[in-house]
């Protein structure tokens, strides 16, 4: 009879299923997965590329907290390496960002709808000239934070 391998074994499994707990308790909670209604202005900040059709520029985007509008973004964008300013918000899942490539007046309205299932990290719409005569479909993708 050999009872002390066999009492080991039940200890040694005992132990390794107490640490893998006190490991999984310790471990840090996923982050919480806004839903569309969800999405704030903070939920915005970081950089997003922009991509359009029918195929259009290249686009970096660098949304952060406005300084003056609480609940809102300011940021600056890159197309073909020319710089335009932004600025916008995001309510109920509605977003909206204006464009300036002169820093004073209007040049493009992005608005668009926060993606279900994106956790904020896509946003879908239409582009347009302030004249509205150039509309394009785009999509934004959040790059890092």
């Known amino acids: 009879m050999r009872p002390l391998p066999a009492l080991l074994a039940l200890l040694l499994s005992l132990s390794l299923g107490a640490a893998c ?4 308790a310790s471990a840090p909670a996923a982050a919480h997965c806004p839903a569309p209604d969800e999405v704030e202005a903070r939920h915005l900040y970081g950089q997003w590329r922009a991509e359009f059709t029918p195929t259009g520029p290249s686009i970096s985007l660098l949304l ?3 300084p003056d509008l609480a609940g809102s973004v300011r940021g600056v964008m890159l197309r073909d ?21 002169n820093g004073r007046n209007i040049s493009a309205t992005w608005l668009g709808e926060v993606v279900p299932g994106s956790c904020g990290r896509e946003i879908r719409g239409q582009w347009s000239t302030d004249d509205q005569t150039v509309h394009r479909q ?3 993708h959040k790059v890092a934070d």
Request: hydrophobic share 35%.
């Open 21 to 24: 707990r006190a490991d999984t």
């Open 64 to 66: 952060e907290r406005h």
């Open 81 to 101: 390496g020319e710089r335009a300013w932004v600025s916008g918000d995001v309510d109920g899942g509605d977003f909206t960002l204006e464009e300036s490539v």
């Open 138 to 140: 785009f999509i934004l």
